[in-house]
């Protein structure tokens, strides 16, 4: 068996940035989950991340389905990251080498928050790519986040769309102007 699934203490910085203002209740159950965000600890289990989120979309309006949810954090998350220390770095870079190359290097952003995600790229076309990764829980975060991510990187008007999920795998396409 391989290493445990993480994520790294840069996404559960995020998360306490998604969840601000904290409250009692908040900070209570971040608790229950193993999150004290005075004190964020290098790693945590994926599935305490997995419960991070899940908390933080109990927050945002009631009126959103849950795939709305997903897609509003994966926005949300995108925003909030480029305040952490390592997404400044990530976002600057991306910044200057664009939309492909960032596409294209994903798997190594992707190791900046996680130990563990894996994605291939394949370009269909100019500004057309298909990115497949090993993360289907909750894929409906991910079209909005590639969308500001790819936004962030240069790309004028893109678009992201859920176009296949696995037991293993979920596949999105993203164009551009």
């Known amino acids: 068996m391989g290493e445990p699934r993480v994520a790294f203490s840069s996404l559960i910085e995020s998360l306490g940035r998604i969840l601000a203002p904290l409250d009692a209740p908040t900070v209570?159950?971040?608790?229950?989950?193993?999150?004290?965000?005075?004190?964020?600890?290098?790693?945590?289990?994926?599935?305490?991340?997995?419960?991070?989120?899940?908390?933080?979309?109990?927050?945002?309006?009631?009126?959103?389905?849950?795939?709305?949810?997903?897609?509003?954090?994966?926005?949300?998350?995108?925003?909030?990251?480029?305040?952490?220390?390592?997404?400044?770095?990530?976002?600057?870079?991306?910044?200057?080498?664009?939309?492909?190359?960032?596409?294209?290097?994903?798997?190594?952003?992707?190791?900046?928050?996680?130990?563990?995600?894996?994605?291939?790229?394949?370009?269909?076309?100019?500004?057309?790519w298909e990115l497949t990764m090993n993360e289907v829980v909750l894929p409906h975060r991910y079209p909005g986040f590639f969308e500001k991510v790819l936004e962030l990187a240069g790309a004028k008007h893109p678009k992201t769309r859920l176009v296949n999920v696995s037991a293993t795998h979920a596949s999105f396409r993203s164009t551009w102007e």
């Open 28 to 128: 209570q159950r971040l608790e229950a989950i193993g999150i004290d965000l005075d004190h964020i600890l290098p790693a945590y289990p994926m599935e305490t991340w997995y419960a991070g989120i899940e908390l933080a979309m109990s927050r945002f309006d009631p009126a959103l389905t849950h795939e709305q949810k997903q897609s509003h954090f994966g926005v949300r998350l995108v925003e909030v990251y480029g305040e952490t220390l390592v997404g400044k770095a990530m976002y600057t870079m991306m910044r200057l080498i664009g939309p492909e190359r960032t596409i294209a290097r994903a798997t190594r952003s992707f190791r900046t928050a996680t130990n563990f995600l894996e994605t291939s790229a394949v370009q269909h076309g100019p500004r057309d």
